[in-house]
């Protein structure tokens, strides 16, 4: 296929000036969970133009391919956000702390990240892969999905795979419809998605007023997360069908619709540019935007103009199609744009030859028995490779092979045991591998298995009557027991339901603020992840209460916020001392309860939680947070603190 080199900038360029528009004004109304009702989009502008991790991101990547040249890997998406980009927040920081921890894509985006890895994180930025990769939807989804599975699973990865494939296509027709069917043809037909973009193309046919359709879409797929993926990817695919691709309409309809409103007023804004180019955009909106980037990462973009941006991208477009994208040929390329690609090219080093990738079973976990790892040493070589492979690590190693053969355009796994080392499961275990090939070349890779939560479970407790309305047991005392239902009060609730208090002490507390008791028969938990769920408790019994012990320490003096969600009421004791209690109930949300401030070092420190389980749904969630996460801004650090680990009693 033959793509002209100025229909390829056009489409580019309004690509992300779309982009930049739409974030800007859709910014103010991000988590607004409610039908707006506005009428006039040149009064949403706000005073300020600030930066958007939507663009932001797509910044970096895009450094990363003119440095490492259009193919992606794992490696270096992980390698170019850590050196890059800052954010660290939420679906962003729990990737982080995975890599922090030697722990790689895809699990990167699943392990320890259940609250936001079906977020909208990953499908914002999915255009770059698109306009890198033209007329090329099955290679602009491949890319969109390792870059979604860094951070994010399933129906996230799904939503950037699709819009990745969108603006692809975009650069083949103009006509919306056929682009949404070839872009479904990349993505899971079982998957929520699919569904969702079959669902909002017959509500949209319908032709029904956009509240109305909005009532549909958020009694099917509504979700309490403002940036759940799926409600989210229906309200940028209505915006699309509904404004008829007119820029003006999509953004009124999208702060309309709410949620998380500047992603899907970008998502939808970005794909509009590329389907129709800068040309066609508004000039007064392009003028009222200008053309330089308002950027917060750090990229060679900082402080250039989206012109400069597209360029770029259509620069790597263009070696694309020299290399991995051949279908697709790029005709009238300016001589001293073809200068600059080639130049470019015939810089670069060629990519290592041996390759490492860490393989993740049941066990890789560090308990008080053990993990067990799987790395695979890949030779792309065409001639074997003879050498040593040496593990070293922080914890107690063996390796099923020292020695080892690896013959041509091959691979061969070393099964690594790994064992605790003293009385801590450090939440941080890394293990560096080095493999030495017998011509003297070294080749080294970092993994790494996370230390379990040892928790000690008390319970569970209940009344059996309510014991706030009654001094003694009203079916049950010396004088008489009878059936509850003949007793006075809400007595009968008993026969299908228990009482718990969250300030009545079912047991010492103070004994268990200092030691384990160990009459009242407490059961340990191993806890890969942050959150204790209902089937880490192996409890059936509901409306009780449990309490959970665990001694923590820090490798140094630490100090931090704690961050907590728990869908039920809860106390938290550190040493004794109450340092957070809620007595709400709802969805759990990490971030829910904040406690600041909090000092820890070498001294293991006794916490103890007390917390109603109402039910089989019940979570708790704990996390030690930096401090000034919001204001150092370090790029490669997630928020999430990594130095701590439980003290194997």
């Not at 470019?344 to 993990?371: N, P």
């Not at 049950?476 to 239902?485: M, V």
Request: proline residues 4%; aromatic residues 12%.
């Amino acid at each position: 296929m033959r793509l002209d080199y100025n229909v390829l900038l056009d489409k580019t360029y309004g690509t992300f000036v779309g982009k930049t528009i739409a974030g800007v004004l859709g910014a103010p109304f991000e988590a607004h969970k409610a039908w707006g009702d506005f009428n006039d989009p040149d009064m949403l502008w706000p005073d300020k133009l600030y930066p958007n991790d939507d663009l932001d991101i797509q910044l970096v990547f895009l450094d990363m391919m003119l440095n490492e040249g259009p193919k992606v890997t794992y490696e270096k998406i992980a390698k170019y956000w850590k050196e890059r980009c800052w954010y660290n927040f939420c679906e962003y920081g729990s990737f982080l702390n995975n890599e922090q921890r030697g722990i790689h894509a895809p699990l990167s985006g699943k392990f320890n990240n259940s609250y936001w890895f079906e977020d909208q994180g990953c499908p914002i930025r999915a255009e770059v892969w698109g306009v890198t990769s033209p007329c090329n939807i099955e290679l602009a989804g491949e890319h969109a999905r390792m870059d979604g599975s860094s951070d994010h699973i399933g129906e996230s990865v799904y939503a950037e795979m699709f819009w990745a494939a969108c603006t692809s296509y975009a650069y083949v027709t103009d006509d919306f419809d056929e682009i949404v069917q070839k872009a479904l043809s990349v993505i899971n037909p079982q998957s929520d998605i699919y569904k969702i973009a079959l669902e909002v193309k017959e509500l949209a046919e319908l032709d029904k007023p956009l509240k109305s359709m909005w009532i549909e879409i958020v009694r099917r797929w509504g979700c309490e997360d403002f940036s759940d993926a799926r409600i989210n990817f229906a309200f940028a695919l209505l915006t699309l069908y509904y404004s008829k691709l007119d820029i003006k309409k999509a953004v009124l309809c999208t702060i309309n619709l709410g949620w998380d409103v500047d992603c899907t007023c970008g998502i939808a804004s970005a794909l509009i540019g590329t389907i129709k180019g800068n040309n066609a955009l508004p000039n007064d909106w392009k003028e009222r935007i200008g053309d330089n980037l308002t950027c917060d990462v750090n990229t060679t973009f900082k402080d250039k103009t989206i012109l400069e941006f597209s360029k770029a991208c259509c620069e790597v477009a263009i070696e694309s199609s020299l290399t991995i994208n051949k279908d697709l040929e790029i005709i009238n390329i300016p001589s001293d744009v073809m200068d600059r690609v080639k130049k470019r090219m015939a810089s670069r080093k060629e990519e290592s030859l041996i390759s490492f990738e860490t393989v993740y079973g049941e066990d890789f976990v560090l308990t008080e028995e053990g993990a067990k790892i799987t790395v695979k040493v890949i030779n792309k070589k065409e001639t074997a490779q003879y050498g040593e492979i040496k593990a070293e690590s922080s914890c107690n190693l063996s390796i099923d092979r020292c020695r080892v053969k690896i013959p041509p355009m091959s691979e061969i796994d070393i099964n690594i045991n790994v064992f605790p080392k003293g009385n801590v499961l450090w939440n941080k275990n890394l293990i560096n591998i080095t493999f030495e090939t017998d011509d003297g070349e070294v080749y080294t890779y970092q993994t790494g298995t996370p230390g379990a939560h040892l928790w000690k479970v008390y319970g569970p407790y209940w009344d059996y009557y309510n014991k706030e309305e009654f001094d003694i047991c009203p079916f049950r005392n010396h004088k008489e027991n009878y059936n509850p239902c003949a007793g006075p009060g809400d007595c009968s609730r008993s026969m299908f339901h228990n009482w718990t208090l969250l300030d009545r002490e079912y047991l010492d507390e103070k004994r268990l603020f200092k030691e384990d008791i160990f009459e009242e028969e407490p059961y340990q938990i191993e806890v890969a992840e942050d959150i204790i769920r209902c089937e880490d408790l192996d409890l059936r019994l509901n409306e009780s209460l449990v309490y959970f012990t665990g001694n923590i320490v820090f490798d140094k003096e630490t100090e931090c916020n704690i961050f907590i969600g728990a869908n039920s009421p809860f106390v938290l004791y550190i040493d004794g001392e109450k340092v957070q209690e809620s007595n709400k109930y709802g969805t759990y949300a990490p971030h829910d309860n904040v406690t600041t401030n909090m000092k820890f070092d070498t001294t293991p420190k006794r916490f103890v939680i007390k917390i109603l389980k109402p039910n089989n749904d019940f979570k708790f969630g704990m996390q030690f947070i930096l401090t000034d996460w919001t204001m150092d801004k370090e790029h490669g650090v997630s928020y999430i603190l990594d130095n701590y680990g439980f003290v194997i009693d």
